[in-house]
């Protein structure tokens, strides 16, 4: 199972990034699919989570500003960013909790994107 992040970059303050996550390889269904981000000498914190049903869950710092989606079909995970600031800027990482065949469920992690807001 691999999970690929996409749209990531360098953005003015203000300004918008939408981010995506596609999971493959063989699975039998996913569970709750996230998007994690860690800056720099911080600890990875939770910025947005979305279950299976499609009901989302925000950190309060990106409240209003962040919407999480996903489609079930593609598999895959998006974040849409708007009115980014500085404090914004970290490694995004996307989660998701899949069922494996012939074992449970995991979770699995994607290899990280930049998101840089310049002032």
């Known amino acids: 199972v691999q999970l690929v992040e996409s749209g990531g970059g360098l953005v003015q303050a203000g300004g918008s990034l939408r981010l995506s996550c596609a999971a493959s390889?063989?699975?039998?269904?996913?569970?709750?699919m996230g998007w994690y981000r860690q800056a720099p000498g911080k600890q990875r914190e939770l910025a947005a989570v979305?279950?299976?049903?499609?009901?989302?869950n925000y950190a309060d710092s990106v409240k209003g500003r962040f919407t999480i989606s996903r489609d079930n079909a593609r598999n895959t995970v998006y974040l849409q960013m708007n009115s980014l600031k500085p404090e914004d800027t970290a490694v995004y990482y996307c989660?998701?909790?899949?069922?494996?065949?012939?074992?449970?469920?995991?979770?699995?992690w994607g290899q990280g994107t930049q998101v840089t807001v310049s002032s």
């Open positions: 390889g063989s699975f039998f269904s996913i569970n709750a």
């Open positions: 989660n998701a909790v899949i069922l494996v065949p012939g074992t449970s469920w995991y979770d699995y």
């Open positions: 979305i279950t299976s049903g499609g009901n989302p």
